[in-house]
């Protein structure tokens, strides 16, 4: 455990009452700090985090980037695969005006994505659609129930699972602690995620479609895409990894 882990355990335990030691042993035996701590920093926003939710990573942040770069003010966003939120969310603070549906499948996270969503005073922008996100139909149809408009003038993000089987078997310990779901993409390769997503959304239409990859999948990723008649580009993210694919609409 780092120094600066043991300054904020000590913080933390100060501010709840909470027994250090006990705070110190959790960590050790591999918990998340993040799940310790019951809150985390993602775009300079508190996110409430813990088990049964993935925890915010810094790299996700360029989902927001994108999203302020190019979606049209005042439309609405799509976050999907939206886990505790922290993408939509953002999203919603730093634009101001957008409507952003988060389309999330787990119950347990949706509870921090509503208690995020009332942390973060966007519940007149962020709207919930409890759905397993190749469920198009519904999706679309709640969607239309919600904004009344078209779905094809959303913008989408999505940080959606993505590891192989095999880094699925070497995982730090801390990330065993996350959920399954939110990691491991299907398949050998953790592709078939993408594989699914994009036989079923036709995204060629929005304005933008942004979805974080893991090491290594980009180039993967992008193939898919262009199979589908798209021309994805790709963004690197604090250390130099391709990380977002995304296209624009033409
Ligand atoms: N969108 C959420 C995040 O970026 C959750 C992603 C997921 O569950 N795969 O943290």
Redesign the pocket.
Known sequence: MSRNEEKWLREYAEKSGESLEKLIRRREAGEPLQYILGEWEFYGYNFKVGKGV????PE?EFLVDLAKEYCVRGAPVF?L????G??GIAIAKETHRSSVIAVEKSPR?IEYLKKNIALNKVEKQVHIIECNIFNRYKIRDQFFQTLKKNCALASIVM???YLSKSEMQSLQKEVTHEPEE??YGGGEDGLDFYRNFFDKWNVKHNPLFAC?VGDEQAAAVCEIMENKGLSPKVLKDYSGIDRIVYTLKS
């Open positions: 993935l925890i915010p990573r996700t976050d695969c939206a886990g505790s922290c993408v996270a940080n959606p699972p939110a990691l974080e």
